[in-house]
């Protein structure tokens, strides 16, 4: 139904910043919300951040000051801006799309930060 396509992983050395994608294809049913989590290895999948259609961005208090999510809804795309990363970082990011029909996950994207 609803089909996400991430991208924009990778290494970067700490303190280093990286920019992810997630483009949506479907049905996009509105109000919504797209956000991001991530999973690193051993942890459980946590929470990072989203944005509701409307435009109101949450952060979790670990990335709240370095990573900024927005939104493109005419693409349908959301954004993750990650600066100041830390080897804590490390993890793969997966998209998250949050609609009345449920959630709909990406493939996931690793990022790897580096000391």
């Known amino acids: 139904q609803v089909q996400l396509v991430e991208s924009g992983g990778g290494l970067v050395q700490a303190g280093g910043s990286l920019r992810l994608s997630c483009a949506a294809s479907?049905?996009?049913?509105?109000?919504?919300?797209m956000g991001w989590y991530r999973q690193a290895p051993g942890k459980q999948r946590e929470w990072v951040a989203d944005i509701t259609s409307g435009g109101i961005m949450n952060y979790a208090d670990s990335v709240k000051g370095r990573f900024t999510i927005s939104r493109d809804n005419a693409k349908n795309t959301v954004y993750l801006q990650m600066n100041s990363l830390k080897p804590e970082d490390t993890a793969v990011y997966y998209c998250?799309?949050?609609?009345?029909?449920?959630?709909?996950w990406g493939q996931g994207t690793q990022v790897t930060v580096s000391s």
């Open positions: 998250a799309l949050t609609t009345r029909e449920g959630r709909n």
């Open positions: 479907g049905s996009i049913f509105s109000p919504n919300a």
